[in-house]
């Protein structure tokens, strides 16, 4: 975490100190053309190539900002610019955005009365685009919010931060004048920026004539190209809003940090929790030493108690409830069930929600909302994917204008839920079900461990698809989920062999693939499933079989993890000892007292895989190695942020 | 949570007939010194259910019950009061009152029920699996052993009778065959349907249905509007329901359809299926979902729904008071083992255990006996494991065992009382003796009779 915050941090100070000299090779490319890499038509500063070599590693962590919010903005509604967004001209992009940023601002300190008008009215025409069509962009939303907080988000941001554009005014000066710039890639350092002094207030005089009025003239009439047409005013809200957002989101990224888990051993913190908690917390007897930190399990004697409550828990929405029991009778189970499950739930919540008299929905319902998290984190410990939803919701509850009547911003939360289920669950599996067919051939034999709602859609699709193999189903107690499962691979017509989890190596021989499924994938590249799955992922890869794990990447986790100890989920100590209707090999059950203190039951539910063991994650945004998982994380965790 | 509460009050009941009367219904049945009524309307009021409809058999009754209930529970519930005509059978009397009924689901508890179990744990059970209907069993009440022998048998034999049959899953969690009432005498017969869905059933007579339903509101309105000649919930609808429960007619699933169809306008068609298909994968099929696949593995459009049970723990006290029997066994239950069902409930400050009132030289008064406010006995009386009601007067040289005597009655001296009933403002005088007995209200038993067995009322005029 931290290191990856300051990474994001010292790119940004660098971008703009690094580019100072490189400006010129990067300042005409946006006005002439799209000529990506600078090198073609600069000719290059001793330190040039130093800041090229530079800007491919420096360049992602600033871009994604820039891409998210701006580049995706311009790559959709100009046509000439339809690659701008892409990679390989990405490059080029940062410094102009950068640069018109930095020249807004002196602009209206100096004070111009006609730019800050222009600019504000650029603002309010996003705004009320925005009001018009919510959340239908990515992008827009990101200004609408930023800038409903501070409508004047220009004259904010410098309120805001007035000491790092004074002490960027130089760099300002270096890279404003868009008439100098030829010049100063040929002019020596000193040289340059002595002229640019000189030339500043003319430079700045200039740039208000010509940009400002014509920012304000052409944001007005058009709705389509906002980007093409005043560049200064819309940029200005981009690198505003990039501001703007940039700092909440770093807070929420320190705010984000899993607060330290409760470690059940630890008495003082147990017992405080204990009176907090609507459930009575089992007394958990004889847990095994190592896992004692762990929540114990919640079973069959929490229902009574719950549902004697039934009636008393009037903060809980039934719906929420109702999901809540049967997280807690294991009714519904699966990472992606449990959380479309809650999900729905919330929605429910929130549409039969009312804000009370006298306090203001935003903070009201978050706080409902995790009231209900904290119910359903007592019926069963949250999933990595479902923190991830909770997150999301909550940042958008937290980012709804204050300007939306209640019934708008619920049917807007709304939307965004369904949007959150069908773009990062059912078209992340069907993207993921097209890449993974990819690498089924004729004749393979996959093997399959438990039960992977993705894994299943992916071996029916390429059933459906034409595809001829053979699937074996590793299964194991005492959960036997690979049994549902296979039911209904068999119901449609694949060809199973089904065995458990011990006779792993000996059908490991003819097997040519292994598809496993994933509760989450860590930054690391260490997969966290279900338990016996990193036996399957070794056993795999001792016997040189690649192993794919698919997984959706809102399940993906910024934490990094080394083993399943630390992090775990108990499940119920007595499925491991007791085998339903065989009363034959119930060996256990008349133990003594005594003999019961010597006897510790461990059920654990999952287990880490280390990134070793896996060839390839198959994830919504491709096939990727293991060690690319940061990557994701990095890149496309602001963006469902932002949604 | 949006369930409505019916309480079942009834009216008069014939089970009961000399204990009852147009001035004492059956709701105002005193159960160790408290109407029975008040034990259900307790226990919604402790489960925090305080908006109740009660319906009440007549109109007369129903002011009766309803100023009772005004009066005792004024300002703690909000009770509506709905008057049914008699003899329309409890379906009928939810028939009558299908416009009151708005909530997602119902829970229809009966008036008579006295227990401890929380009503929230069925409505949770129902819940949970989304049910149409669940019900409410508990293990037949077995007569204590402080039962006098001499009554126990006969009743008994008679009581096995009325407890229902019932086909339970092996998960115990939903109902698949339910026979009550007359039905019992009858072969069992059951759809093969279902007996091929689930696999194995369990068959259990010694479960008894405890009348309280948490209905899918839905379904009940249907099915009452759809069948008019239903007459009871127990024994007409549910097990109506609990037969065509594959081969719903009810279209049960309708509604929650349609529903989502208008929640997720935005989502197609398609992804509502898979997102659907997620979630039915991932959670624990029950028998109605392999029932409803085809051969093929497609799910079929056939509906069905769930009619789930919920089991009272044995430990949990749940009996109805349906017969003269059960009135005497809850009397000396909620006296004796069971008396936590009276523990604060200090509505009426006259529910005292113990002798508070005045008692005379050399009376022995034991255990599990309950004496009300205002009573008097006399010298060298004894009272066992009975039930006094308020300003009674007992002579000298009574014994009371195993009995309820009701408020005003007046006992004369060297009465012997023993496994009966005596209604208020009953007059014994002197050296009666009363052996299971029934005496109905206002009573004169003549001196120095003797009665076996017999119910004594008074003529009708």
Known sequence: ?643 | MDFQVVVLAGGSSKNLTPLVSKELPKPLLPVANRPVLSYVLHQLEQNNLKDLIVVVEGEDTALVVGAWISGTFIDRLHVEIAAVPEDIGTAGAIRAISHHLTAKDILVVSGDLVSDVPPGAVAATHRRHDAAVTAMLSSIPVSGPLDSGSSGGKDKAKKLGRYNIIGLDPGKQFLLHIATGAEIEKDARLPKRILRAVGQMEIRSDLMDAHMYAFKRSVLQEVLDLKDTFQSLKEDVLPYLVRSQLKSEALSNRTPQGEENGNEKVTSQNNQVFVSRILANSSTPSFHDHSSENPDGSASTRKTHKCCVYIASSGSYCVRLNSIQAFMDINRDVTGEADHLLTGTSSDPNNNIGPSPKLGTKTTVGPHCMLGEGSEIGDKCQVKRSVIGRHCRIGSHVKVVNSVVMNHVTIGDGCIIQGSVVCSNVQLQERVVLKDCQVGAGFVVTAGSEYKAESLARKEK
Not at chain 1, 234 to 257: C, F, M, N, T, W
């Open chain 1, 1 to 643: 975490m931290d290191t990856r915050r300051v990474s994001s941090a010292v790119p940004r100070v660098r971008q703009v100190g690094f580019f100072t000299p490189n400006t010129p090779a990067h300042q005409p490319a946006p006005t002439r053309s799209q000529s990506g890499p600078p090198t073609s038509d600069s000719p290059p500063l001793s330190d040039s190539p130093a800041s090229n070599s530079l800007s491919p590693v420096m360049i992602p962590p600033p871009r994604h900002l820039s891409d998210n919010l701006g580049g995706r903005a311009y790559a959709l509604p100009v046509p000439g610019r339809g690659n701008a967004g892409e990679h390989a001209t990405v490059g080029s992009y940062n410094p102009s955005e950068s640069v018109l940023w930095l020249e807004s601002p002196p602009r209206s300190r100096i004070g111009d009365e006609e730019l800050s008008e222009g600019t504000e009215s650029s603002l309010g025409w996003y705004r009320r685009s925005n009001s018009a069509k919510v959340a239908s962009s990515l992008p827009s939303g990101g200004f609408d919010l930023s800038q409903v907080k501070q409508p004047e988000s220009v004259a904010a941001v410098e309120a805001k931060n007035p000491l790092p554009e004074k002490s960027e005014a130089q760099k300002e000066q270096a890279s404003n004048p868009k008439s100098l710039k030829a010049k100063t890639t040929k002019a020596e350092r000193r040289a340059l920026q002595e002229s640019q002094r000189a030339a500043k207030a003319a430079s700045k005089a200039e740039a208000n004539k010509s940009n400002a009025p014509g920012g304000a003239a052409s944001s007005k009439p058009m709705k389509q190209p906002p980007q093409k047409k005043d560049g200064p005013p819309v940029a200005s809200s981009v690198a505003a809003s990039e501001r703007g957002v940039d700092r909440p989101v770093e807070k929420e990224r320190k705010k984000d940090l899993p607060p330290p888990r409760m470690q059940f051993d630890d008495e003082s913190r147990v017992d405080k929790a204990k009176r907090r908690s609507l459930l009575n917390q089992p007394e958990a007897r004889n847990r095994v030493e190592l896992f004692r930190h762990l929540p114990p399990h919640k079973n069959g004697s929490q229902l009574p108690y719950l549902e004697s409550k039934f009636f008393e828990l009037h903060e809980m929405h039934p719906s929420v409830y109702k999901v809540g029991l049967q997280y807690l009778t294991g009714d519904t189970s699966g990472g992606n069930a449990r959380c479309i499950a809650m999900l729905q739930a919330f929605q429910e919540a929130i549409r039969d929600y009312s804000t009370p008299p006298e306090k203001t929905l935003n903070r009201d319902l978050t706080s409902k909302i995790g009231g209900f998290v904290s119910f359903l984190i007592e019926c069963r410990p949250l999933s990595m994917s479902m923190g991830n939803a909770i997150r999301f919701l909550k940042s958008r509850i937290a980012r709804l204008p204050l300007t939306l009547s209640e019934s708008e911003a619920k049917a807007a939360l709304c939307s965004d839920i369904d949007r959150f289920i069908n773009e990062k669950i059912v078209l992340a599996d069907k993207v993921i079900l097209r890449h993974a067919a990819t690498k089924i051939r004729d004749g393979d034999v996959l093997l399959t461990y438990g039960s992977s709602c993705v894994v299943e859609m992916i071996l029916l699709y390429a059933h459906e698809i034409g595809k001829q193999f053979r699937v074996v189903v590793v299964d194991s107690r005492p959960m036997l989920e690979g049994q549902k499962q296979l039911r209904r691979l068999v119901a449609k017509g694949l060809s199973c062999t089904y065995t458990q989890l011990n006779a792993i190596s000996y059908v490991m021989h003819e097997v040519t693939r292994v598809f496993l499924g994933a509760s989450s994938i860590f930054s690391n590249g260490t997969v966290y499933s279900r338990v016996g799955t990193a036996s399957v992922a070794m056993v795999a890869h001792a016997f040189h079989v690649p192993v794919l794990v698919c997984c959706e990447a809102y399940k993906f986790h910024e934490r990094v993890q080394l083993d399943s100890i630390c992090f775990n989920e108990l499940g119920d100590p007595d499925a491991v000892s007791k085998v339903p209707g065989r009363e034959d090999v119930n060996y256990l059950d008349n133990l003594t007292d005594k003999q019961k203190e010597n006897l510790q039951l461990l059920n654990l539910k999952y287990d880490a895989t280390p990134s070793d063991y896996i060839s390839v994650i198959v994830t919504d945004y491709g096939m990727i190695p293991p060690t690319s998982v940061p990557v994701i994380v990095r890149e496309y965790r602001k963006e469902y942020l932002l949604i």
